[in-house]
């Protein structure tokens, strides 16, 4: 079954530090994959997302994703923290061929220290 | 343009109370969803529509009903709310159904069963 897995479900970075959360994909064939954030009290925000094409991709806000088949992976870097990015990350996959439904991973939440 | 809205902000109930969580977007949408977000569980799909007069279960589909007479609008009817049902409730929606399309997310509603 198709699955997104956040190993990481808090991190704590100190501000100009760089940054990088891991998302793991369980899919059957080249996925569509999406990095959302979630600012306290908000919906949910797209930063980047990629299906196809140069597998680093660039996002909003200064944050890149790589996707790496061999890994099935698709983690989100930022090279230098701010305060203002403290808040919640998902990754999710796009709707398996012959659904309509996302799938979502857990989360991680994202701690800056001053 | 206001995107996504929802409405509730909050809303406390009592066990065995009715109510319906209201989304509305004004982009044209084709595609609609519910999800709840718990902690540790990230974003569960609860319902969604790929168009007016369509409707589909997702993950966690019961208690919970849907409809959508219109493109703009897909209401969330809870019959006889539960304790189980204490959670945050996102409205989503896409342009279209394409595998690729990002999702505009409302602000959420915030509800608490007694």
């Known amino acids: 079954a198709q699955s997104v897995t956040q190993p990481d479900i808090h991190i704590t970075v100190s501000e100009g530090a760089s940054l990088e959360l891991r998302c793991n994909y369980s899919?059957?064939?080249?996925?569509?994959l999406f990095w959302y954030v979630q600012s306290p009290g908000q919906g949910l925000q797209l930063l980047l997302k990629?299906?196809?094409?140069?597998?680093l991709v660039q996002g909003i806000k200064g944050f890149e994703a790589e996707f790496k088949r061999s890994q099935s992976s698709f983690n989100l870097r930022k090279p230098s923290v701010h305060w203002s990015d403290a808040a919640e990350y998902f990754c999710a996959v796009g709707p398996p061929s012959g659904t309509y439904k996302y799938i979502f991973g857990t989360g991680t939440r994202l701690k800056v220290l001053a | 343009n206001a995107g996504v809205t929802q409405t509730p902000k909050f809303q406390v109930l009592k066990t065995g109370q009715s109510m319906t969580l209201q989304c509305a977007q004004d982009?044209?949408?084709?595609?609609m969803s519910w999800y709840r977000q718990d902690p540790g569980m990230g974003l569960r799909l609860i319902h969604y529509?790929?168009?007016?007069?369509?409707?589909d279960q997702g993950e966690v589909p019961n208690g919970y009903n849907v409809s959508r007479s219109t493109t703009e609008d897909f209401p969330l009817r809870l019959l006889s709310a539960a304790p189980s049902q204490t959670s945050v409730y996102f409205c989503a929606s896409s342009y279209t159904t394409g595998f690729h399309e990002k999702l505009f997310f409302g602000s959420g509603t915030q509800l608490s069963v007694l």
């Open positions: 529509s790929v168009g007016a007069g369509i409707t």
């Open positions: 990629y299906f196809s094409g140069d597998t």
């Open positions: 899919y059957g064939a080249t996925p569509y």
């Open positions: 982009m044209n949408h084709e595609y």
